[in-house]
Antibody, heavy 127, light 108 residues
Framework: QVQLVQSGAEVKKPGASVKVSCKVSGYTLTELSMHWVRQAPGKGLEWMGGFDPEDGETIYAQKFQGRVTMTEDTSTDTAYMELSSLRSEDTAVYYC????????????????????WGQGTTVTVSS | EIVMTQSPATLSVSPGERATLSCRASQSVSSNLAWYQQKPGQAPRLLIYGASTRATGIPARFSGSGSGTEFTLTISSLQSEDFAVYYCQQYNNWPPVTFGGGTKVEIK
């Protein structure tokens, strides 16, 4: 059974960067499609990006292109999300989550929703 | 980008009553639609995927239906632990994955 444990809360100044980690246990990171979703205070869920198993690449939401970098350390089964040029609007809880999928055949993939979530990391951007 | 619209924004229901939540996609997402439940201070929890398949451990009072652009989540008899915010999500045509704005189910 997959479990995701995220790093602790962060407080950053505008213009700084933040790097959030997500440690995987129960599976290896290479078997998973890891995604990042954020939630501003009192707001809904916003997808930031994730690993596309069909193309073997990490895809970012257009809104965050150029500011976000998602990486994986397969030696420690830890995923990272780094967001730069922080502004107050980036204050949010950041979640890692796995998008369950099945590679049924070449170029035929089925997806089954985001079934495992980390506990969330609160990032506060304030001067 | 596929826009997901949920209605109503807030649903007031008495315990034991039925709750019906709606989700509409701006274009067809086939059956690639999931529902999540989120309680205050917690991460979202997957309830339904494939529009109608319950995730592991989800009680039978939760059911999903629909395909294409119109979807429904039904909670047949609300329990106290079901009062929460519910989100729909499409993963048919991604990127991007998109979520609806949420429906808050509150005690009447």
């Amino acid at each position: 059974q997959v479990q995701l444990v995220q790093s602790g809360a962060e407080v950053k100044k505008p213009g700084a960067s933040v790097k959030v980690s997500c440690k995987v246990s129960g599976y290896t990171l290479t078997e998973l499609s890891m995604h990042w979703v954020r939630q501003a205070p009192g707001k809904g869920l916003e997808w930031m990006g994730g690993f596309d198993p069909e193309d073997g690449e990490t895809i970012y939401a257009q809104k965050f292109q150029g500011r976000v970098t998602m990486t994986e350390d397969t030696s420690t089964d830890t995923a990272y999300m780094e967001l730069s040029s922080l502004r107050s609007e980036d204050t949010a809880v950041y979640y890692c989550a796995t998008l369950e999928y099945e590679a049924a055949a070449e170029r035929v993939y089925y997806y089954y929703g985001m079934d495992v979530w980390g506990q969330g990391t609160t990032v506060t951007v304030s001067s | 980008e596929i826009v997901m619209t949920q209605s109503p924004a807030t649903l007031s229901v008495s315990p034991g009553e039925r709750a019906t939540l709606s989700c509409r996609a701006s274009q067809s997402v086939s059956s690639n639609l999931a529902w999540y439940q989120q309680k205050p201070g917690q991460a979202p929890r997957l309830l339904i995927y494939g529009a109608s398949t319950r995730a592991t451990g989800i009680p039978a009072r939760f059911s999903g239906s629909g395909s294409g652009t119109e979807f429904t989540l039904t909670i047949s008899s609300l329990q106290s632990e079901d009062f929460a915010v519910y989100y729909c999500q499409q993963y048919n045509n991604w990127p991007p994955v998109t979520f609806g704005g949420g429906t808050k189910v509150e005690i009447k």
